[in-house]
């Protein structure tokens, strides 16, 4: 099963600096916004950074409270709470994963309930790092995009910008899938060839979605207004009617769902048990259907003497580009998934596999009281369990 080490501590250390690299992107972004004397796309651009990180804020919080006392950072509520409050939360939780990791690494690296603590909070990373991303990254992306197009012309900050977006969106997918897995005992974890399969065909389905969006909004752009409120609610009711119960309580289990639905807004995510072909089919149908109409409202908009020429070879390998994603997801689940590895041994990989598992465990701690949910939750849910397995789930801190 994966094991927190070295190289782990180090991609923890990376993913903070770039999380820290890309609040200073979009804070530059946003200067030369000013500078250039627009501040109206200054003001969106930290509207949309506050609304992320104020949403991320709200789940680690809400996170904290739920969690059992015995896996809360030794630091007072009331410290807590004030930074979140700051909107420093997740850098505080980022700091003390770093701590316990290198407390795993070179004092305890042999202690099981270290190396499942360590697992622990990397996960809660992860799920924030992939909802401030979605949240934050993917509408800025769009919105930089946007900006380019329509004054014909790209800024360095800009450019840079759009580099690091794409960067954190497909690799905070990568990331959170990763850190999935290390809560599964006898889990295979990623190669390196499935890791960079994973990796490149989330970036591909997700780019022809961001230009689809952004050429829609060069012709119309309250038109994206109206667009985005209604495919949002329509995941948001997506989500809601497969029944989810990630929160402890009602009231945040809507904050989750809301921000679902604005990940399934770009990119799919699963949030339901059992197989997912036929939700999956039914997703990438209507994306791709909802991305083909805004390229062709662009095409059948634009005036044909505009400046944006060279865009029409780009929209017209829009559409190879996703379906070259589609190709690569389904070369990942068919030949490089980590289950082939292990059917190719003669077992399964846990969870994963469609038998033979009657071995099922997931990393726990020693306590039973030491009980988080929402990790069950996500186990069932991104990974197909048989029946008989789920009955033997160990009531522990985390089944990823």
């Keep these: 099963p994966p094991r927190f080490g070295l190289l782990q501590l180090a991609l923890a250390a990376a993913g903070t600096a770039a999380a820290a690299l890309d609040l200073f992107m979009d804070g530059w972004v946003a200067a030369e916004y000013v500078r250039r004397g627009q501040p109206g796309w200054a003001a969106l651009s930290l509207s949309l950074l506050a609304v992320a990180s104020a949403a991320a804020q709200a789940c680690s919080w809400l996170w904290l409270r739920s969690d059992p006392p015995a896996l809360r950072p030794a630091v007072p509520a009331a410290l807590l709470a004030a930074l979140h409050l700051l909107q420093l939360g997740f850098l505080f939780r980022c700091l003390h994963a770093l701590k316990v990791g290198w407390k795993v690494c070179w004092a305890k690296a042999e202690e099981e309930e270290e190396q499942r603590h360590m697992a622990f909070l990397s996960h809660d990373i992860s799920m924030l790092r992939l909802f401030e991303t979605f ?70 389905l997700i780019c022809p979605r961001i230009l689809a969006v952004a050429l829609f909004a060069l012709l119309w752009p309250y038109g994206v207004a109206v667009h985005f409120p209604l495919v949002w609610l329509a995941m948001f009711l997506w989500v809601s009617l497969q029944g989810t119960d990630f929160m402890e309580s009602p009231g945040p289990e809507q904050l989750y769902r809301a921000v679902v639905a604005v990940i399934l807004y770009f990119s799919w995510f699963n949030v339901a048990q059992g197989r997912t072909l036929q939700r999956s089919i039914i997703y990438h149908g209507f994306i791709l259907v909802d991305s083909t109409l805004l390229a ?100 522990g801190a985390a089944a990823l």
């Design 135 to 204: 949240l934050e990254n993917t509408p800025q992306l769009t919105l930089l995009l946007y900006i380019i197009l329509r004054t014909n012309k790209a800024e360095i900050s800009q450019g840079l910008g759009i580099g690091t977006a794409l960067l954190c969106v497909s690799w905070s997918l990568l990331d959170y899938h990763q850190s999935l897995r290390s809560f599964l005992q006898d889990k295979y974890e990623l190669s390196r060839g499935s890791s960079i399969i994973y990796f490149l065909w989330n970036l591909f």
């Design 296 to 395: 062709l409202s662009w095409l059948w908009g634009r005036a044909p003497s505009e400046e944006h020429w060279y865009l029409i070879p780009v929209v017209s390998a829009a559409l190879p580009c996703y379906l070259l994603g589609l190709g690569l997801r389904v070369t990942y689940y068919k030949w490089l998934h980590p289950n082939m590895q292990v059917q190719q041994e003669g077992g399964y990989d846990e969870v994963d596999a469609n038998g033979g598992s009657d071995g099922l465990e997931f990393c726990s701690f020693s306590e039973p009281d030491l009980v988080n949910r929402r990790m069950q939750w996500l186990a069932q849910t991104q990974f197909p369990v048989a029946q008989l397995a789920r009955q033997r789930f160990l009531n």
